[in-house]
């Protein structure tokens, strides 16, 4: 996602020179073919995100389109005031993206894993949150931000993602993308665990029921009519998150579904459980300990479709 | 074999060291740690070597001859605190408890392992560590804390801060210089490891620092300026800095980021790689494997 994002902006810097990058001393082996062909659309804050923020918001109140760029939570929470109230408040057409999204960061430890970031910054105003969920989002992603003015917080998994979408679907933020129709059930994803969620379906369809899958990569303003749609038409809605279960995409469709008259489909949230890890390990490692992979979350979910037809009978 | 060392001069009831170990001895523990940082980021195929390198011989006087704790009773109430502001450097954190006795040198070999407490970054719950770290800039403001907690309780107990310069971006860093200063806390030292290098390039280009002697006297800190590679010389500024009154004591080490691996010194790259195998094997022998 890393690459999608970086080669998108270098192609979008070429095209508009109002499109800047400020980075907070990071980027290393990520950054350089920007830097060197756009000086003049670049600059390195150094190890200082609420004054790369602040500048951010500075440049885009004064016509620039500002992408601020590192990782983790150092991208979000070490600045979260300055996106409150000099981004979001003053509208100001900054992008704020972090890599290592969730648990990508694995055996770094605790200060780099980003598992609350969703819900954190989904509660501020006038900020478009989007989690790309696969490389081919994250470049779509990245251009729709660019040519919608205003705040938005990007998020990005790290490296070497896998590819989920073969063709380009085409992409509107805020608008979830079907990338399986299913009468069944829906599971609705965002970010990295799309492909997680695809292999679930696949692993459903194997034992007879039909799952639709929604990448929702826009969190912020939610899709309501996709999340409607699924709690009217299908039985049970499994969300997946790599995030913590509180606050993030399972609360945003929660929150959807308990205003929704009966009946209407069930619900239920996956995702990290809502602790800080205190062991550490890869980020394989780290997902399977929150039960965050194919051989638990389809337990889960074939206990539940059991329910459902056992109900049904 | 500095743990034979150091029996060789006995340890206390709480295995703690006796007295401050010599010059030699200093030297050897900070090759200790070097050679164990290399071989942990090695193994773990992880980063920041370079950094790891930079602080060795800090490391290895604060805890050779400066601070006064007992491995055996690494929460005794009246321990010198120390907090690894630099919390990237893990390794050389991590490896220096080992040397210092917190833990058996073996349990190292869990850095990078899955299920490990030794993560990435310094981390609570490694046997010795105060507090984690990991977020720049959050180091000094906790041990300036730690220092007015002391103060208020009239302790004798002492706190120090290993800090990066890049880190110094950080504006949370001046915030705790100003307040250490405005209230005297003269049980507070702060190291600052200053290799000139940060993430993506020098500290000159990225934010120049310079003057930053002046910048810390001006925010009220004593400032003693040594070569941080020179364990005599550190000894002596951190026994000056400890023996201070009224005043926080700013340390400003002189490094060499890679220090003591000819090929990784001065070379943002060894923020990044780990050594191969061969690199592995070149670094180790020169660093000298010990016995
Ligand atoms: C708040 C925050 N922002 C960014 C980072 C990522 N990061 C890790 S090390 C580093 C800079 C390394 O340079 P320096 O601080 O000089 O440390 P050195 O390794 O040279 O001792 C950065 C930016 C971080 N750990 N914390
Ligand atoms: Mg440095």
Request: glycine share 10%.
């Amino acid at each position: 996602m890393r690459s999608a994002f970086i080669q998108t902006l270098e192609a979008l810097a070429d095209e508009d020179s109002r499109v800047c990058l400020i980075v907070g001393d990071l980027g290393y082996s990520v950054i350089e073919r920007f830097a060197e062909a756009h000086p003049d659309q670049f600059v390195n804050a150094g190890v200082a995100e609420q004054n790369m923020i602040g500048l951010a918001t500075g440049m885009a109140l004064s016509g620039r389109i500002v992408f601020t760029y590192s990782i983790g939570n150092f991208a979000t929470l070490r600045c979260l005031e300055q996106i409150r109230n000099d981004v979001c408040y003053h509208q100001a057409n900054v992008k704020v993206v972090a890599v290592g999204g969730g648990l990508a960061y694995g055996s770094l430890g605790a200060s780099h894993h980003a598992t609350e970031d969703l819900a954190i910054l989904r509660a501020l105003p006038e900020l478009t949150v989007v989690a790309p969920g696969d490389p081919v989002e994250a470049r779509l992603a990245t251009r729709a931000l660019a040519e919608a003015s205003g705040p938005a917080y990007l998020r990005l998994g790290k490296a070497g993602e896998r590819v989920v979408h073969d063709d380009e679907p085409s992409f509107r933020i805020g608008k979830a993308i079907t990338v399986r129709d299913g009468g069944d059930i829906t599971l609705i994803s965002t970010g990295s665990a799309l492909p997680l969620t695809v292999d679930l379906a696949a692993h459903l369809a194997r034992h007879g029921t039909s799952a639709r899958v929604l990448s929702m990569h826009t969190i912020s303003p939610l899709d309501k009519q996709a999340v409607i749609d699924a709690a009217v038409g299908t039985r049970l809605i499994v969300s997946l998150e790599e995030h913590s279960v509180v606050g993030g995409l399972g609360s945003a469709v929660a929150e959807v579904l308990a205003e929704l008259p009966e009946p209407r489909a069930r619900l239920r949230r996956i995702g990290l459980a809502h602790v800080f890890n205190r062991t550490v390990g890869s980020h394989e490692y780290l997902r399977s300990q929150h039960g965050f992979n194919l051989e638990t979350v389809s337990e889960i979910t074939d206990k539940l479709v059991e329910e459902l037809n056992g109900v049904a009978r | 074999m500095i743990d034979r060392d150091m029996q060789a001069v006995g340890r206390d009831d709480y295995g703690n060291l006796p007295t401050a170990l010599d010059d030699a001895q200093l030297r050897e523990l900070a090759r200790a740690i070097r050679v164990e940082s290399v071989r942990m980021i090695h193994r773990a195929r992880s980063s920041h070597l370079g950094s790891c390198l930079s602080m060795a011989d800090i490391m290895a006087v604060l805890y050779g001859c400066i601070m006064r704790f007992r491995p055996a009773d690494p929460t005794w109430a009246d321990r010198d605190r120390l907090i690894v502001s630099k919390g990237h450097a893990a390794a050389a954190t991590y490896a220096t408890l080992a040397e210092a006795g917190f833990m058996p040198r073996k349990r190292l070999e869990e850095f990078g392992r899955d299920s490990s407490v030794f993560a990435g970054h310094v981390t609570h719950g490694v046997p010795g560590v105060e507090v984690s770290t990991g977020s720049l800039g959050h180091g000094l403001p906790i041990a300036t804390g730690m220092a007015l907690a002391a103060r208020r309780s009239r302790a004798a107990w002492r706190v120090f801060a290993v800090l990066s310069d890049g880190e110094l971006d950080e504006g949370s860093n001046w915030e705790a210089f100003m307040f250490a200063a405005h209230h005297g806390l003269d049980n507070l030292t702060a190291v600052i490891d200053y290799n000139g290098i940060q993430s993506l390039d020098t500290v000159e280009k990225t934010l120049r620092l310079e003057p930053l002697r002046a910048k810390l006297e001006s925010f009220g800190w004593r400032v003693l300026d040594v070569d941080g590679h020179d364990v005599r010389a550190l000894r002596q500024a951190l026994d000056r800095a400890t023996a201070s009154t009224g005043r926080p004591t700013a340390v400003i080490a002189r490094t060499i980021k890679g220090k003591g691996v000819r090929f990784m010194e001065g070379k943002v790259l060894w923020h990044y790689r780990p050594p191969d195998d061969a690199e592995m094997a070149a670094a180790v022998d020169e660093l000298g494997a010990g016995e």
